[in-house]
């Protein structure tokens, strides 16, 4: 039998090409990687051991997040298969369209591996869209029309590139030299296209919004930022605007503080102004630019539970001290409260003192019984998500808000895809429930 290259190894695979191929097309990336590699190795000089808690060094160089944009369910069908050949699932929805002042005509999920061995082999996920057409809030049913019949016509990716997904997806590989040809042609399909854009058509859709443009005004995709992880990311803030990269004026997601890192912190550049060549009316070439592709960073904290998402949610808008009067200070105390995620360890060595394991966790941990570990949020946040579209529209665009928009949902989404959209909150809730039921077993041998 000829052996096959894993899903794993093609997903680290692809990540690296994509990061080659971002870093030549996109300059000011690769300064970002380089300025994330030597803050993490800054921060792991100074911090040892407790740098790696979330993480171990090799994962965190390697993590990167990237983020596309399709016009149908057909499209992003076909991006669920693409990424099904190298692990990666959909996970959460996110819905964009209605988020106050950034609102954009997209709903969203993420692909990504979702055991916790495929995620420390590589953790590569990518933030994907779907353009949302019918939303009356942005689209007339006469655009609507359009732009559908735009999309329909276009191909985003070929069949020599589908087929060898459906292949790997089925036997969990390819042989190596097809293998190579599925890369090259996945990581084509994610480059920005030298072809015209229609000049008339990409204006008429960016007055309704730059990211209905950037999806429906062109006839390809392409991946419009890539994220390294960083450790210490207002440090990395401070080492960039030295470097005179101009950054949105803040970190997003939760403030820094002496707690528990949670759930994930990001900022970016803005876009950067690109060559491209238009068609105009008269059909006549010309050359112009469009700002669409920029540079984001990332630093990831704990996963939080339903409760502890619901508490981050009321205070994350709130002044610092209200925060850090009511945000559990300490990884014991989150796990206690059941606001984040943790795996549960028993601890063997325990010296016998004649005592019995308590049943409560806080008892278990407190006597030593247990070890914790916290588990990394692997999603992202939807308003952070909103801010990150929005830093890089020059103009928001025209939404018509006496309309209703088209009903979306985890379900509806799972539907478009042809596969079951995760819920996140379950995925870490199954991880901690296995750990600790393993761990109580392990208490009860200890005990005999
Ligand atoms: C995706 C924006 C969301 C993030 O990190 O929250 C995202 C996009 O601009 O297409 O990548
Ligand atoms: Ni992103």
């Given at each position: 039998?000829?052996?096959?290259?894993?899903?794993?190894?093609?997903?680290?695979?692809?990540?690296?090409?994509?990061?080659?191929?971002?870093?030549?097309?996109?300059?000011?990336?690769?300064?970002?990687?380089?300025?994330?590699?030597?803050?993490?190795?800054?921060?792991?000089r100074?911090a040892?051991?407790?740098?790696?808690?979330?993480?171990?060094?090799?994962?965190?160089?390697?993590?990167?997040?990237?983020?596309?944009?399709?016009?149908?369910?057909?499209?992003?069908?076909?991006?669920?298969?693409?990424f099904?050949?190298?692990?990666?699932?959909?996970?959460?929805?996110?819905?964009?369209?209605?988020?106050?002042?950034?609102?954009?005509?997209v709903?969203?999920?993420?692909?990504?591996?979702?055991?916790?061995?495929?995620?420390?082999?590589?953790p590569?996920?990518v933030?994907?869209s779907?353009l949302t057409?019918?939303?009356?809030?942005?689209?007339?049913?006469?655009?609507?029309?359009?732009?559908?019949?735009?999309?329909e016509?276009?191909?985003?990716?070929?069949?020599?590139?589908?087929e060898?997904?459906?292949?790997?997806?089925?036997?969990?590989?390819l042989?190596?030299?097809?293998?190579?040809?599925?890369?090259?042609?996945?990581?084509?399909?994610?480059?920005?296209?030298?072809?015209?854009?229609?000049?008339?058509?990409?204006?008429?859709?960016?007055?309704v919004?730059?990211?209905?443009?950037?999806?429906?005004?062109?006839?390809?995709?392409?991946?419009?930022?890539?994220?390294?992880?960083?450790?210490?990311?207002?440090?990395?803030?401070?080492?960039?605007e030295?470097r005179?990269?101009?950054?949105?004026?803040?970190i997003?997601?939760?403030?820094?503080?002496?707690?528990?890192?949670?759930?994930?912190?990001?900022?970016?550049?803005?876009?950067?102004?690109e060559?491209?060549?238009f068609?105009?009316?008269?059909?006549?070439?010309?050359?112009?630019?469009?700002?669409?592709?920029?540079?984001?960073?990332?630093?990831r904290?704990?996963?939080?539970?339903?409760?502890?998402?619901?508490?981050y949610?009321?205070?994350v808008?709130?002044?610092?001290?209200?925060?850090t009067?009511?945000?559990p200070?300490?990884?014991r105390?989150l796990?206690?409260?059941?606001?984040?995620?943790?795996t549960?360890?028993?601890?063997?060595?325990?010296?016998?003192?004649?005592?019995?394991?308590?049943?409560?966790?806080?008892?278990?941990?407190?006597?030593?019984?247990?070890?914790?570990?916290?588990?990394?949020?692997e999603?992202?946040?939807?308003?952070?998500?909103?801010?990150?579209?929005?830093?890089?529209?020059?103009?928001?665009?025209?939404?018509?808000?006496?309309?209703?928009?088209?009903?979306?949902d985890?379900?509806?989404?799972s539907?478009?895809?042809?596969?079951?959209?995760?819920?996140?909150?379950?995925?870490?809730?199954?991880?901690?429930?296995?750990?600790?039921?393993?761990?109580?077993?392990?208490?009860?041998?200890?005990?005999?």
């Amino acid at each position: 039998m000829v052996p096959l290259v894993p899903p794993w190894v093609l997903r680290a695979a692809f990540a690296r090409r994509l990061s080659v191929m971002y870093g030549t097309e996109v300059p000011a990336y690769t300064t970002l990687v380089e300025v994330a590699g030597q803050v993490n190795d800054d921060v792991l000089r100074d911090a040892g051991e407790s740098a790696e808690r979330l993480g171990s060094i090799e994962r965190v160089t390697a993590e990167r997040h990237g983020a596309i944009r399709v016009g149908t369910p057909g499209e992003l069908w076909q991006a669920a298969q693409i990424f099904a050949a190298l692990g990666m699932e959909p996970v959460g929805f996110y819905d964009l369209r209605d988020a106050a002042a950034s609102a954009v005509p997209v709903v969203s999920t993420a692909f990504r591996p979702v055991l916790p061995e495929e995620l420390d082999r590589n953790p590569f996920r990518v933030f994907t869209s779907m353009l949302t057409p019918a939303d009356r809030r942005f689209f007339d049913a006469d655009l609507e029309k359009r732009l559908t019949a735009f999309l329909e016509r276009r191909e985003l990716f070929p069949p020599e590139l589908l087929e060898p997904a459906v292949r790997a997806e089925r036997e969990a590989g390819l042989p190596q030299g097809q293998a190579e040809r599925f890369l090259t042609l996945a990581v084509a399909a994610f480059e920005l296209s030298p072809e015209p854009v229609e000049r008339a058509w990409y204006a008429e859709l960016e007055k309704v919004s730059a990211v209905a443009a950037d999806i429906g005004g062109v006839t390809s995709t392409h991946i419009n930022h890539l994220t390294p992880r960083v450790l210490d990311i207002d440090e990395l803030y401070r080492r960039m605007e030295d470097r005179g990269i101009t950054m949105i004026d803040r970190i997003q997601g939760p403030p820094r503080w002496d707690g528990p890192d949670v759930l994930l912190r990001q900022t970016s550049f803005r876009a950067l102004a690109e060559p491209r060549t238009f068609r105009e009316t008269d059909g006549g070439v010309t050359t112009g630019a469009l700002r669409v592709r920029f540079g984001e960073v990332e630093a990831r904290g704990i996963a939080l539970s339903r409760a502890g998402r619901a508490l981050y949610d009321r205070l994350v808008d709130g002044p610092v001290e209200e925060w850090t009067a009511r945000f559990p200070g300490t990884e014991r105390q989150l796990a206690v409260d059941g606001l984040g995620f943790f795996t549960y360890e028993a601890v063997t060595g325990r010296p016998r003192d004649g005592r019995r394991p308590p049943d409560d966790l806080a008892g278990l941990l407190a006597g030593g019984w247990l070890t914790a570990r916290p588990i990394v949020y692997e999603d992202f946040l939807p308003r952070s998500a909103a801010g990150i579209f929005q830093s890089n529209l020059t103009d928001p665009g025209a939404r018509d808000s006496a309309q209703t928009g088209t009903h979306y949902d985890q379900h509806g989404m799972s539907e478009a895809i042809g596969r079951t959209v995760h819920d996140p909150f379950e995925l870490y809730a199954a991880q901690q429930n296995d750990s600790l039921a393993r761990a109580r077993r392990a208490l009860g041998d200890i005990e005999e």
